[in-house]
């Protein structure tokens, strides 16, 4: 008994670490031809057709031992959530604007997608029919942003601009009444206490429909309409909520399974996604920047994309004289030693920078223009 114990466990061993090997083997290959292959717009029908072509045979006629290693829930994780996770985050810290708008695009269509995954893997009664299901749910995922198919933005381009868009955008306004209200409801505890007390008695099953509506239907409104709109900044408000609340739905699908029926689970859950939402608590850009931007490895280049659009605000908040002596104080800030990090030298440089900016003020008075010199705009170099 001992011995086929041991074998037992030795036999679970050796497929746990296999099924992690094809995992990952699949999330190479997927970030391999993300970063080398050009993308062509998702223009060519044929590429789609061969594509899901070859997504109906593999999840089809796999062998059930190398489908089993293949399609599971880990490596839909990896292909359908963390990758685009890490992507999204990379992309709110670039200064160009066009990524952000091609994975809000992903999100608004993937976070239907992980809705759907929950509740037709629990319908899903054969293991074979659970493989086949992660197989198309795989290939659908990574349907959105491989760069010869393009997804999102077929699906974009032809469903969601110019159907979707007309008819979400007075359903946003009603949204932004009822946020309007939940301000009101956060300045009243008595009313927070009720719905609390109606959200406990509800079924677990409810509740968990109840937690994910709240995280995704409104962030998917404001997503579409933000991704219809020319301005970024709403691109990359929603896509940094979407990032956070990401890893936020990964980690109540993993904990859910032995966590659900303890008292107050959904309950964090529901108030962790209102912290994340609301533009009263920001807390979607505090966790992405504490937490995801360090675990990606991405803080100079957020920093960098900090300080362009610090910029773009100077120049649309300033008149081009005003712009010109500013954009020279904080040259000359930064133009110095920064060995030496005591609050009492910051403050002296600062000084010194406040100091060389009311001097510059002088000799470039407000009210006349600089004769010669081109007004300032987003490639004018802040020395």
């Known amino acids: 008994l001992t011995m086929s114990s041991d074998s037992d466990g030795d036999g679970n061993g050796n497929s746990l670490s296999i099924t992690i090997s094809c ?54 994780t990896l292909v359908g959530a963390l990758y685009p996770i890490y992507r999204s985050t990379k992309a709110v810290c670039t200064p160009d604007g066009e990524d952000d708008k091609e994975w809000l695009q992903f999100w608004t269509v993937g976070g239907v997608l992980f809705i ?45 601009e110019p159907y979707l868009g007309p008819r979400l955008r007075p359903v946003q306004q009603k949204m932004n009444n009822f946020i309007v209200y939940i301000y009101q409801a956060f300045a009243n505890a008595i009313h927070i206490y009720l719905v609390w007390i109606i959200f406990m008695f509800l079924p677990a099953g409810l509740k968990r429909i109840v937690a994910i509506a709240l ?36 980690l109540m699908d993993l904990f859910e399974t032995w966590m659900g029926r303890i008292p107050g689970f959904y309950t964090v859950v ?21 937490i995801l931007v360090p675990l990606a490895g991405l803080q100079e280049l957020l920093i960098l994309r ?17 712009a ?7 040259a000359k800030f930064f133009d110095g030693d920064d060995d030496d990090s005591d609050p009492a030298v910051l403050k002296g ?17 407000f009210g006349k223009s600089l004769k010669g010199k081109e007004p300032p705009n987003e490639a004018t170099n802040l020395v």
């Not at 391999?32 to 060519?44: A, F, H, M, R, T």
């Not at 529901?270 to 979607?284: D, H, K, N």
């Open 349 to 365: 440089e600062f000084m010194r920078s406040w100091s060389a900016l009311r001097i510059l003020k002088n000799k470039v008075p």
């Open 116 to 160: 759907l995954a929950g509740w037709v893997s629990d319908a899903i009664q054969t293991d074979r029919a659970n493989d086949i299901w992660l197989g198309y749910l795989l290939f659908a995922f990574f349907w959105l942003y491989f760069p010869l198919t393009c997804g999102s933005l077929l699906v974009y381009d032809n469903i969601t």
């Open 270 to 290: 529901v108030l962790t996604t209102i912290y994340l939402m609301l533009p009263m608590f920001r807390g979607a850009d505090k966790v992405f920047r504490k």
């Open 23 to 76: 995992s990952l083997t699949v999330l190479a290959a997927v970030a391999l031809s993300y970063k080398y292959i050009e993308p062509n717009q998702g223009v060519d029908w044929k590429i789609h057709a061969i594509y899901w072509a070859a997504a109906i045979c593999s999840t089809t006629f796999l062998p059930d031992g190398v489908a089993s290693c293949i399609f599971t829930q880990l490596t839909v």
């Open 215 to 250: 995280g995704t239907v409104y962030p998917f409104v404001c997503s579409v309409m933000a991704a219809a709109t020319e301005e970024i900044e709403d691109d990359t408000y929603w896509l940094t909520y979407w990032s956070v609340y990401g890893c936020l739905f990964l």
């Open 324 to 330: 010109v002596v500013v954009r020279k104080s904080i």
């Open 306 to 322: 900090d300080s362009i659009q610090i910029k773009k605000q100077l120049l649309k908040d300033l008149e081009a004289e005003r």
